[in-house]
């Protein structure tokens, strides 16, 4: 009996750590950072409470949707809509390209990951699973970089420097315009165009909770523009939520969650140690562009912006770097997190060939993007 107990004890842990191997290595390291330095009041300033809770907010309305089959029925439309493979491929990565411009990366790819599921399961097209997440993260990534809100890191240098919105704009132009290039050339080349058919049942989202959901989905939206304060956004999605379908709140992805709050414990803790701090200064004083998109693939690209602002004021090399430096490694940008745990939950056991082909491409995108405009600075 004990024994038993023990067995099934192991392998309920076991998969948990199969699942949630992204949270359990990122605890890892903020433990590690933690000896190198102690914990104190400075700790508190590492969240960023804002994108914790529009985090929050958006996974829990996604969930809501799933439970009215919304996303299943924006499916129907897709395949209805665009017919074969390659053109439904296209428009999932665009709409996330798209979607990260408006409501950031991470919100984009928490909003369409899903969508991008049910359209390749229920056509059998589960081949282009692996390619369509990847091109969809290089897509949230590298979309965001043309608008002050559509990453993180844009926010916080846009408001640093006061940047003016059109040099802004005219600055992230050319890197913005090559990754569309770069991304188009792929998806034509990596998917045939083949029919699609929607094999699943026909199905309509129920009405009335599915406009409640869109309208609490919209105040996640305009918590991330700031427009209404987070805490009380999340209150009331909350609050509708526990109201409407409380269950819905027990299936939010909340390692996902604490994969942030430990990466933040990480990161907040590698800017603080002086080695690293001046270490990067100093490569800062040789090439602000390319050492900006070396930093992004050790520490992230938020923590990096936010470290190197302090040591440098050539703003627009170190904005191009730290929107490119968002491909690369999987903890280049925390989008890309979202990414391979929302991959996982569906594909467990699969997380090694993702990250084959996740590196591969993403490495090329920054290869490209980094090498082209290093030249253009050159010259």
Same mark, same amino acid.
């Given at each position: 009996?004990?024994?038993?107990?023990?067995?099934?004890?192991?392998?309920?842990?076991?998969?948990?750590?199969?699942?949630?191997?992204?949270?359990?290595?990122?605890?890892?390291?903020?433990?590690?950072?933690?000896?190198?330095?102690?914990?104190?009041?400075?700790?508190?300033?590492?969240?960023?409470?804002?994108?914790?809770?529009?985090?929050?907010?958006?996974?829990?309305?996604?969930?809501?949707?799933?439970?009215?089959?919304?996303?299943?029925?924006?499916?129907?439309?897709?395949?209805?809509?665009?017919?074969?493979?390659?053109? &439904? +491929? /296209?428009?999932?990565?665009? !709409?996330?390209?798209?979607?990260?411009? $408006?409501?950031?990366? %991470?919100?984009? @790819? =928490?909003?369409?990951?899903?969508?991008?599921?049910?359209?390749?399961?229920?056509?059998?097209?589960?081949?282009?699973?692996?390619?369509?997440?990847?091109?969809?993260?290089?897509?949230?990534?590298?979309?965001?970089?043309?608008?002050?809100?559509?990453?993180?890191?844009?926010?916080?240098?846009?408001?640093?420097?006061?940047?003016?919105?059109?040099?802004?704009?005219?600055?992230?132009?050319?890197?913005?315009?090559?990754?569309?290039?770069?991304?188009?050339?792929?998806?034509?080349?990596?998917?045939?165009?083949?029919?699609?058919?929607?094999?699943?049942?026909?199905?309509?989202?129920?009405?009335?909770?599915?406009?409640?959901?869109?309208?609490?989905?919209?105040?996640?939206?305009?918590?991330?523009?700031?427009?209404?304060?987070?805490?009380?956004?999340? &209150? +009331? /999605?909350?609050?509708?939520? !526990?109201?409407?379908?409380?269950?819905? $709140?027990?299936?939010? %992805?909340?390692? @996902? =969650?604490?994969?942030?709050?430990?990466?933040?414990?990480?990161?907040?803790?590698?800017?603080?140690?002086?080695?690293?701090?001046?270490?990067?200064?100093?490569?800062?004083?040789?090439?602000?562009?390319?050492?900006?998109?070396?930093?992004?693939?050790?520490?992230?690209?938020?923590?990096?912006?936010?470290?190197?602002?302090?040591?440098?004021?050539?703003?627009?090399?170190?904005?191009?770097?730290?929107?490119?430096?968002?491909?690369?490694?999987?903890?280049?940008?925390?989008?890309?997190?979202?990414?391979?745990?929302?991959?996982?939950?569906?594909?467990?056991?699969?997380?090694?060939?993702?990250?084959?082909?996740?590196?591969?491409?993403?490495?090329?995108?920054?290869?490209?993007?980094?090498?082209?405009?290093?030249?253009?600075?050159?010259?």
């Amino acid at each position: 009996m004990k024994s038993e107990l023990l067995r099934k004890t192991g392998r309920v842990t076991l998969k948990f750590a199969r699942k949630n191997v992204v949270m359990l290595i990122a605890l890892l390291l903020a433990i590690v950072t933690c000896f190198l330095v102690p914990p104190d009041e400075q700790y508190l300033n590492y969240f960023d409470l804002r994108t914790l809770s529009c985090l929050l907010a958006v996974l829990a309305i996604v969930c809501a949707l799933k439970n009215v089959n919304f996303f299943y029925f924006l499916a129907q439309q897709t395949v209805k809509l665009f017919k074969t493979t390659r053109a &439904s +491929i /296209i428009a999932l990565v665009y !709409i996330t390209f798209i979607g990260s411009m $408006l409501i950031a990366n %991470d919100m984009a @790819l =928490l909003t369409f990951l899903p969508l991008g599921y049910i359209v390749l399961t229920n056509t059998r097209k589960e081949k282009y699973m692996v390619f369509t997440f990847v091109m969809q993260n290089i897509a949230a990534n590298l979309g965001g970089m043309l608008t002050p809100f559509g990453n993180p890191q844009n926010l916080y240098l846009y408001s640093k420097f006061n940047i003016p919105t059109l040099e802004f704009m005219a600055i992230m132009a050319i890197p913005f315009a090559i990754s569309i290039f770069l991304i188009t050339v792929c998806c034509f080349i990596f998917v045939r165009k083949e029919p699609l058919v929607f094999e699943g049942e026909t199905t309509k989202p129920e009405p009335k909770r599915t406009t409640l959901y869109l309208i609490l989905f919209t105040l996640s939206i305009v918590m991330v523009f700031r427009v209404v304060p987070y805490w009380i956004g999340l &209150s +009331i /999605i909350l609050m509708m939520l !526990i109201i409407v379908d409380r269950k819905v $709140l027990l299936k939010v %992805d909340y390692p @996902l =969650l604490l994969t942030f709050v430990f990466f933040f414990i990480f990161a907040g803790n590698m800017a603080r140690i002086e080695v690293v701090r001046s270490f990067f200064s100093y490569l800062l004083g040789l090439n602000t562009l390319l050492f900006s998109v070396m930093s992004c693939q050790v520490i992230s690209n938020v923590p990096s912006a936010i470290l190197l602002s302090q040591f440098t004021d050539n703003y627009a090399p170190l904005l191009i770097g730290v929107n490119i430096g968002g491909v690369g490694t999987l903890i280049s940008s925390l989008a890309s997190l979202i990414t391979f745990r929302e991959y996982c939950s569906h594909n467990p056991g699969k997380g090694g060939k993702y990250l084959l082909i996740f590196s591969a491409f993403n490495f090329a995108f920054l290869f490209i993007l980094t090498g082209v405009l290093l030249l253009g600075y050159l010259v």
